[in-house]
């Protein structure tokens, strides 16, 4: 395989506005279309391997045919860049570790709560290409612009609202006005700015701004404001003093709800971690976001002496030996009087180039044997301080950072060093690391560790939960917050805090309520992993509710029944749905949250004509018909719905 060594440091990838390539003394135009198509493949969704990569830029060639045009692509780059800007070196290609990307950028500063900078960001992603030839690349695409969208009036939208709550309305109002100016149809924006101006005294620009929502939503969709737009602007009309003067109150949060006493549901969990502990060879802990991997990790290891915690970082699948390379120095600085042999300083060098004390030259070379071995006398040398290590987020770790504990673990059990050195426990997402979770089914067959798999809670579990939090009004609501959120510790708590907050626990669980504050992001990062045909099934399913069938999404989608099947054994898999429904109903609110109006619009009038087809009720029909935006016909159904209710009363 051909190997791209340099680092491409300096080089920038913008896929903002078009794709171009700007390094330290060449600036590429108008990228090709598939290698702007690879390189902001690779910039979003990571490494990838070549086989998936070759069928998703030339799906209808043979596999070498598409391999080897691959190849020649990534040759054309390299010549026409001067240097290696993709690490072939395996076959799964990624991008260079110094080569930053504006889209990826975007979606960085968004998830770190920086809105304000997301708006600098301006370009439509790839603008001006189209991959009609690929579709699964196209439809990846309309997916990452529709997502990169939403992004920037999301952040918009929360910037805007950390200016009103701080009481600097005008600027709110500048910021509110770029979110309309991009969706003008953003209801939510317009209620933003009818209740801005009212709070600056100005009641008619109030007035007028609903007017403008009014009109702006019968000329796009066909529709009228929703119930919650009216009722705020005959607040407006009538002057309500509330209005002006009420700020929303921010509820203190009891520190048993911030850091919940109870373990709760996880009995086996640990159990299975003290078998792991007595037979002295490491337990890995599996799971999706959220279900308290790190809290159980770092709980049982306090109880096995002193632990030494560490997390793999998102940036490390890029960089070999990274994450070996931050645990050596955390262990190196808690043991800053250990001496190391010069054969264990000279092999350490080549991931610790601090080490060289200048008694010898280091080659640069790796001999993994030999790194091992020297990593696992290291071990031995400084562990001893240590019960246990707790390794995070392993879903991040490089491969090689894994393959060398997998040797260190097999070479300490062979020599009977594993009572002399720190127990490892370690969690990983479940689903985001296929090559990692590989390995540990290997070493788990081979005797070499113990795989736990963290569950949702039942609702017993829920409620053992909730009996650690000091709030009565959370005691009945085990039921249907197990329902809600599907179990997940960390929805159930955050979904308390946003209705302790709100001030609604009082009135009991809400129909809906959407994803807050960690909850959002989250669920997002798991919907951003979808194929477009799983996501499109997903937001099919969402709009359809109760109807859907994978008969009516190969309808409503103009799909192949085999591609309907493909994608939804792809939300099976991915633990999204479950009996033809979200595996809860945080993951419907999430879905809709992220559902571009346009694209709602267009799957309701879909729903309802195949719905037309068959017998449903009408005010079902006029539901869809109006979500659509066509008032007339929803107006007919819904006089079929009277009638229909005049029969049954009859009857």
């Not at 005797?447 to 017993?460: D, F, I, K, N, Q």
Request: with cysteine; net charge negative.
């Amino acid at each position: 395989m051909e190997h791209d060594d340099e680092t491409g440091t300096g080089w920038r990838l913008e896929l903002l506005g078009g794709a171009r390539l700007d390094g330290p003394e060449v600036r590429l135009e108008r990228l090709e279309r598939k290698t702007a198509a690879l390189l902001a493949y690779l910039a979003l969704r990571g490494a990838t391997a070549r086989a998936p990569l070759a069928e998703l830029l030339w799906p209808d060639s043979k596999r070498e045919t598409g391999r080897n045009n691959l190849r020649q692509l990534l040759r054309r780059l390299r010549e026409a860049a001067g240097t290696g800007l993709v690490d072939t070196s395996q076959d799964t290609l990624r991008l260079v570790p110094r080569l930053t990307c504006d889209a990826a950028r975007l979606v960085e500063v968004f998830s770190s709560g920086r809105y304000a900078e997301v708006a600098r960001l301006e370009g439509e992603f790839l603008h001006g290409y189209t991959y009609d030839d690929c579709d699964e690349l196209s439809g990846w695409v309309r997916g990452q612009r529709d997502h990169l969208r939403e992004l920037r009036l999301h952040a918009g939208e929360e910037e805007a609202a950390r200016l009103e709550r701080e009481g600097q309305q005008r600027a709110a109002l500048e910021w509110n006005l770029l979110v309309l100016e991009k969706e003008p149809t953003r209801e939510s924006a317009w209620r933003r700015s009818m209740r801005l101006h009212c709070l600056l005294g100005d009641r008619a620009s109030a007035l007028r701004a609903y007017a403008r929502c009014c009109a702006v939503l019968e000329h796009e969709l066909g529709m009228s404001p929703m119930e919650e737009t009216q009722a705020l602007a005959r607040d407006i009309e009538s002057g309500a003093p509330a209005l002006l003067s009420e700020r929303p109150v921010r509820r203190e949060l009891p520190l048993s709800v911030l850091h919940p006493r109870v373990l709760a549901g996880r009995a086996r969990a640990w159990a299975q971690l003290e078998t792991a502990w007595k037979a002295r060879i490491p337990a890995f802990v599996v799971g999706e976001p959220g279900l308290g991997k790190t809290r159980l990790l770092t709980e049982f290891a306090a109880t096995c002496g002193r632990p030494l915690l560490f997390s793999s970082r998102p940036g490390d699948t890029t960089v070999p030996f990274a994450t070996h390379a931050r645990f050596w120095r955390r262990m190196l600085a808690q043991r800053p009087d250990v001496v190391l042999p010069a054969w264990v300083r000279r092999e350490l060098t080549c991931i610790l180039p601090e080490l060289e004390d200048g008694s010898f030259t280091p080659t640069g070379e790796v001999d993994k044997v030999r790194l091992f071995s020297a990593m696992l006398e290291l071990l031995r040398l400084t562990g001893e301080s240590f019960g246990s290590v707790v390794a995070d987020d392993l879903q991040y770790m490089d491969a090689e950072s894994f393959e060398a504990v997998s040797n260190m673990v097999s070479a300490a059990m062979d020599a009977g060093m594993m009572l002399r050195l720190p127990h490892l426990v370690a969690g990983l997402r479940r689903g985001e690391a296929p090559q990692a979770e590989a390995l540990i089914r290997r070493m788990v067959e081979a005797g070499l560790a113990v795989r736990v798999e963290l569950e949702p809670l039942s609702t017993p579990e829920v409620a053992e939960l909730l009996g650690g939090v000091d709030v009565p009004e959370a005691s009945g609501l085990a039921e249907p917050l197990a329902r809600f959120t599907g179990g997940n510790p960390l929805f159930i708590i955050e979904t308390l805090k946003s209705l302790i907050e709100s001030g609604e626990l009082t009135q009991g669980l809400p129909r809906a309520l959407p994803p807050a504050g960690r909850v959002g992001a989250i669920l997002e990062r798991r919907l951003e992993r979808l194929s477009a045909r799983a996501l499109q099934l997903a937001r099919t399913l969402a709009v359809a509710r109760q109807q859907f069938s994978l008969e009516l999404a190969a309808q409503v989608l103009d799909a192949h029944p085999l591609h309907i099947t493909q994608g939804w054994e792809e939300l099976l898999a991915a633990q999204l749905v479950r009996d033809h429904w979200f595996t809860h109903d945080l993951l419907y609110e999430a879905v809709l949250q992220h559902l571009p109006a346009p694209v709602g619009v267009w799957l309701h009038r879909r729903v309802a004509e195949h719905l037309s087809t068959l017998k449903v009720p009408a005010a079902l029909l006029a539901h869809h018909w109006r979500e659509a935006g066509d008032a007339a016909r929803a107006a007919l159904f819904d006089e079929r719905a009277q009638q229909e209710a005049l029969v049954v009363r009859a009857s």
